[in-house]
């Protein structure tokens, strides 16, 4: 099929690159002629995996750009929108860049098309374009709208495209129904999965892409209802966390038993510091500005936010009993991308926290794989001193905070950290390790929804150790944390 997709942001883009990886000639547009410029010289704006080889690979081939809306329309069967559709202040989706791209659409319609709403929208969004694309002078039969919401995460949206649980169409009339079934087909039927060259992905439990093909007003419900179950999902173990802690037991534990239930599922179970991100917060508040006009009560989206928030704001209470006065103290930050395996930081907690403790007078140090460049246009200079790995950022500091769950904060030499540390404190706000791993390793750990775990004596090479007191109930616990590591002959002595 020919294919123009409309903006190019993190969901244009990956669709784009991805319509072409499955066989369609795809045109992508953007109105910033830097971004397309850049595009055509080679270069990657966004931070995914596998979308740079895409790129390389289909570039000037099947894959091209152009700042013409009517030009890639033209030459189109089917036109995705794509652009943003930021919140308004008043929790509303913003859809006056969906509008404003219908318009242009409507203007360039030479011959039937099918035009299909990618971007997030509110239900009813395609009842707008239809009448938007008739009043900007689009003769009726000359289109149809159809819905088709992306399930992609930041940092595996490649694969969660091409190896998707499921593709949503809401389609109000057949034919367009059948172009969307054909555009997708490379996926559904399973010929893509065959090819040698497609992009790797162990254990996708599917032969053929699974399908749901509905009516448009489903679809975009299907996609808010989503996104906000899945927050929704991610504010109850916060909440859960919170009681884990008061009463002492384990949220990890708690999660373990939760999560084996086959229809509660152990995913989006993380307790930490919240969701973040330019999705869950925008897509449940326009959900339940939805809700709203409709004149139904959806006052659990409002529980849902004010969880969220709370956690912020719990950890920053956490740093302050572990610290004391934050005047001064010098902090080493790990994470600032709103989740690991993304450069983006928008409307990321780490941000928000490391904000909050610039506001009580602490120094930063922080580092992040790949979220700094983003980060600089956010934070204040005064206050932040970027660094190059984790452990720079340890150095010398009152404590270290972990704020983003980054695989390579997971991994780190826990003994080397605690040698950089001016105070072995460690507060994880992501739930990266297991409590006895931090008292090995002689460092105090703070965690959500986990008691507090304190060093132990780390053995020294030779000669006498100063005994640290360790509590004999938090080593048992810590023994029978959820890694069930054998805890250590130091430890099983301290245990009994
Ligand atoms: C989300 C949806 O997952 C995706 O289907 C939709 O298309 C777009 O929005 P994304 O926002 O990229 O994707 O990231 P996601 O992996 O969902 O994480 C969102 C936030 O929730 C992150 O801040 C992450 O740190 C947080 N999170 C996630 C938790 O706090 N706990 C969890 O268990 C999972």
Redesign the pocket.
């Known amino acids: 099929m020919k294919i123009a997709v409309i903006g190019s942001g993190y969901v244009g883009l990956v669709s784009a690159a991805c319509f072409a990886e499955i066989g369609h000639d795809v045109i992508t547009v953007d109105n910033d002629a830097a971004k397309i410029a850049a595009l055509e010289r080679g270069e990657t704006p966004i931070h995914e995996l596998h979308l740079p080889d895409l790129l390389a690979r289909h570039r000037g081939g099947r894959l091209t750009f152009s700042t013409s809306v009517q030009d890639a329309v033209r030459k189109s069967e089917a036109v995705f929108i794509t652009v943003g559709t930021p919140q308004s202040e008043t929790g509303e989706a913003d859809l006056s860049y969906v509008e404003a791209v219908a318009s242009e659409i409507a203007a360039a319609l030479d011959s039937p098309k099918v035009v299909v709403e990618k971007s997030t929208v509110p239900v009813r969004t395609c009842e707008w374009l239809r009448q938007s694309l008739a009043l900007n002078g689009a003769a009726s039969g000359k289109f149809s709208v159809v819905s088709n919401p992306?399930?992609?995460?930041?940092?595996s949206a490649v694969t969660d495209f091409l190896y998707p649980d499921r593709i949503v169409v809401g389609c109000d009339d057949a034919a367009s129904a059948a172009v969307m079934q054909a555009i997708y087909k490379p996926l559904t039927s399973g010929e893509y999965y065959a090819e040698q060259t497609r992009v790797p992905f162990e254990g996708y439990p599917h032969a053929q892409a699974p399908i749901v093909v509905t009516n448009a007003k489903s679809a975009e419900l299907i996609k808010h209802a989503?996104?906000a179950f899945?927050a929704m999902k991610?504010s109850f173990?916060n909440a859960v966390a919170n009681i884990s802690e008061a009463v002492g037991a384990d949220i990890q534990q708690v999660c373990a038993g939760i999560g084996s239930d086959s229809r509660i599922g152990s995913?989006?179970?993380?307790a930490?510091i919240?969701?973040?991100?330019?999705?869950?917060p925008k897509d449940v508040q326009a959900f339940r500005a939805v809700a709203e006009q409709c004149n139904c009560d959806f006052g659990l989206l409002t529980e849902v936010m004010r969880i969220n928030a709370a956690q912020r704001s719990r950890f920053l209470k956490k740093v302050r009993n572990a610290l004391w006065t934050l005047r001064g103290k010098q902090l080493g930050v790990l994470g600032l991308a709103?989740?690991g395996d993304?450069d983006d930081v928008r409307e990321s907690?780490a941000i928000a926290v490391i904000e909050a403790l610039l506001k009580e007078g602490a120094q930063i140090k922080v580092y992040d794989p790949a979220g700094m460049a983003n980060a600089r246009k956010l934070l204040p200079a005064a206050g932040v001193t970027y660094v190059q790995d984790e452990y720079a950022a340890a150095q010398g500091c009152d404590a270290l905070l972990i704020l983003t769950?980054w695989a390579e904060f997971a991994a780190l030499d826990l003994r080397r950290v605690r040698s950089l540390l001016k105070y072995p404190i460690v507060i994880d706000g992501r739930n990266l390790y297991a409590p006895h791993a931090m008292s090995e390793a002689g460092l105090t750990y703070h965690s959500i929804g986990r008691a507090t775990a304190q060093p132990v004596a780390v053995a020294a090479a030779a000669g006498s150790v100063g005994r640290v007191t360790q509590s004999r109930e938090s080593v048992a616990a810590m023994s029978a944390g959820p890694v069930g590591r054998v805890v250590s002959e130091e430890h099983a002595e301290l245990a009994k």
Do not use: A, D, M, V
Not at 267 to 270: A, M
């Open positions: 992306e399930f992609l995460r930041e940092g989503s996104n899945l991610i173990i995913r989006f179970l993380n930490g919240g969701y973040g991100g330019s999705c869950f709103f989740k993304t907690p769950e």
